[in-house]
C-alpha cells in the first residue's frame, strides 16, 4: 500500500502585489504517492487554510511534548533553547505565537525566547527578570494590547 503524504506549499505562480508576492489562500497541494509527486493549484478555500493550521498544530503539540520531557531536567535556559524540537518551533515563524501564548496561558514553561525571537520584541521589564509569573503575565498582557488570542493546541490536558 503507497502512503500519501501532503503539503501545503504557497503558489508561486500567483501574485497579488508585487512581482512573486504570493497571495493569500492560493496554495498548492504536493502530494506523494510511493515514489511519484503530483502537484495541483487550489483556489483560497477555508478548508485548506484549516488543514494547514492543523498541520501546523499536530507539529507544535509534538515538538513542545518532546521539548517538555527532554528537558526537563535541564537547570540550563541555553542548553534548553538549543534543543532541536524549540528550534523546530521557532521554525513555524510567526505562526508559533498564539500557540507559544497559548502555553503560556494553560502549560507554562519557558517559552519567552522563542517569542522574543518571533516578535523581535521583549515585553518583559528589568525588575520582572527571573520572576516566572511575571514574565509570563508581561507576555500575555503584550498579546492583549496586540489582539493576539493565545490558542491552546492541547485542550484536553489538564
Not at 503524504?5 to 508576492?21: E, H, I, K, Q, R
Not at 514553561?109 to 520572576?131: I, Q, Y
Request: net charge positive.
Amino acid at each position: 500500500m503507497a502512503r500519501q503524504m501532503s503539503t501545503y506549499l504557497p503558489n508561486p505562480s500567483s501574485t497579488d502585489s508585487g512581482p512573486g508576492a504570493p497571495r493569500w489562500g492560493a496554495y498548492q497541494l504536493r502530494s506523494w504517492y510511493g515514489g511519484g509527486a503530483t502537484t495541483s493549484t487550489i483556489g483560497p478555500t477555508l478548508g485548506v487554510l484549516i488543514v494547514v493550521d492543523l498541520q501546523k498544530d499536530t507539529w507544535f503539540r509534538s515538538w513542545a511534548d518532546q521539548w517538555s520531557r527532554e528537558t526537563a531536567h535541564l537547570s540550563s535556559h541555553s542548553t534548553r533553547r538549543r534543543h532541536p524540537a524549540y528550534q523546530q518551533i521557532i521554525g513555524l515563524g510567526r505562526a508559533a505565537i498564539p500557540m507559544l501564548l497559548g502555553e503560556l496561558q494553560h502549560h507554562p514553561d519557558f517559552w519567552f525566547s522563542a517569542l522574543r525571537e518571533l516578535t523581535g520584541e521583549d515585553p518583559v521589564e528589568d525588575h520582572m527578570r527571573g520572576k516566572f509569573d511575571e514574565m509570563r503575565d508581561a507576555w500575555l498582557e503584550w498579546a492583549r494590547r496586540k489582539q493576539i488570542t493565545p490558542r491552546n493546541v492541547r485542550p484536553n490536558l489538564p
